[in-house]
């Protein structure tokens, strides 16, 4: 059996702010909140001692695709100065499949979110080979994480 990647966690400025965007903009609902301390061993950012708050979100499934926020409490960390307008080498896209890709998009849009494309209409040959028609649409969440959210209209014999 192949190994399974169930979370990924972020860097957030404010779990409570970061919580509240991906409860209010993807429908995703609160699995854990905890405070803890680092080892200064397993994670490679931080150091021994510093206290930490992870927030564990998660869709429709308990083990896989649940997003973790991890913010500093103290000391709090250094974020970036000025969130990114371009995807940077080594900085991940999330692929949401969304129900309706302009609902989603405007309530991030509604939350603050800087938009990179407004729906657009595009066709996907699949792996299965069939064409999908798709909306697609893209932003950055309130930390600077990229966000691409695509529905599926229709699917072609």
């Not at 404010?14 to 209010?24: F, I, K």
């Not at 080498?89 to 990179?116: C, M, N, Q, Y």
Request: hydrophobic share 40%; proline share 3%; with cysteine.
């Amino acid at each position: 059996m192949a190994d399974i990647i169930k979370r990924t966690t972020l860097m957030v400025r404010d779990g409570d702010r970061a919580g509240h965007w991906y409860e209010t903009v993807f429908g995703m609902t609160k699995w854990m909140d905890t405070p803890f301390t680092l080892s200064g061993t397993q994670l490679a950012a931080g150091k021994k001692g510093d206290e930490t708050r992870l927030i564990i979100l998660k869709c429709e499934d308990d083990l896989i695709g649940m997003i973790g926020l991890l913010e500093w409490l103290d000391p709090k960390q250094d974020a970036l100065a000025e969130l990114p307008t371009e995807i940077a080498f080594g900085a991940p896209i999330f692929v949401v499949a969304a129900e309706d890709a302009k609902a989603t998009l405007e309530r991030a849009r509604a939350l603050g979110s800087r938009i990179h494309c407004e729906p657009r209409e595009w066709q996907v040959t699949g792996a299965d080979g069939k064409q999908r028609d798709m909306i697609g649409c893209s932003f950055w969440d309130l930390d600077g994480y990229f966000y691409e959210v695509n529905q599926i209209v229709k699917v072609h014999n």
